[in-house]
């Protein structure tokens, strides 16, 4: 049963750069799907953040795409998250999902427990 | 792109039945039949309800149902029970990318 777990700093000053890493276990990283960060800031609803796929394309949503970087390391079956220039407004649990692309059908299927970000000095 | 538009709450008795809806456009839920939805338990991950507007994964209760008709998804949630209060979110799919809506917290009075 394939799992995925988030790891990071739970804090990040202003400005800086939020550096986060999804493992996958219990399966491929390299498997027909796309593999996906979402956020949600306290209190509020879930935001895509962009996508990857083994090859390593990649889609950014386009309110985050000139911040976002997603890599993927195959060798280490996990895949990463980097958001630049982060202020207040990025304070968020960060998710990583499978999908949305899962071969023919569309969803996220499989969530990380998610981690808590703050931004702060 | 834009967020989907849902309802802010809901509620319902226990045994009645809810319907949630998700509004969108012809770009996204309107033109494609990948509208999913999720359920998100206070302090949990998101949890999958429904994928391709009307699919229940395995495990899924079938008192949860979903459809599409024109531009609007809608989740609807048969024989209510307490452990159904949470918060609903329907996502669509649109020219690559994903989007969700804002979220709807049902309560089971």
């Known amino acids: 049963q394939v799992q995925l777990q988030e790891s990071g700093p739970g804090l990040v000053k202003p400005s800086g750069t939020l550096s986060l890493t999804c493992a996958v276990s219990g399966g491929s990283i390299s498997s027909t799907n796309w593999w996906s960060w979402v956020r949600q800031p306290p209190g509020r609803g879930l935001e895509w953040i962009g996508q990857?796929?083994?090859?390593?394309?990649?889609n950014y949503s386009p309110s985050l795409k000139s911040r976002v970087t997603i890599s993927v390391d195959k060798s280490k079956n996990q895949f990463s998250l980097k958001l630049t220039s982060v202020t207040a407004a990025d304070t968020a649990v960060y998710y990583c999902a499978r999908g949305p692309f899962l071969g023919a059908l569309y969803a996220f299927d499989i969530w990380g427990q998610g981690t808590m970000i703050t931004v702060s000095s | 792109q834009s967020a989907l538009t849902q309802p802010a709450s809901v509620s319902g008795s226990p045994g009645q039945s809810i319907t949630i809806s998700c509004t969108g456009t012809?770009?996204?839920?309107?033109?494609?039949?990948?509208v999913s939805w999720y359920q998100q338990h206070p302090g949990k991950a998101p949890k999958l309800m429904i994928y391709?507007?009307?699919y229940r994964p395995s495990g899924v209760s079938n008192r949860f149902s979903g459809s599409k008709s024109g531009n609007t998804a809608s989740l609807t949630i048969s024989g209510l029970q307490a452990e159904d209060e949470a918060d609903y979110y329907c996502?669509?799919?649109?020219?690559?990318?994903?989007?969700f809506g804002g979220g709807t917290k049902l309560t089971v009075l």
């Open positions: 990857i796929y083994h090859s390593g394309s990649t």
């Open positions: 996502c669509s799919y649109t020219s690559s990318l994903a989007v």
């Open positions: 391709d507007v009307a």
């Open positions: 012809s770009d996204d839920v309107g033109g494609y039949n990948y």
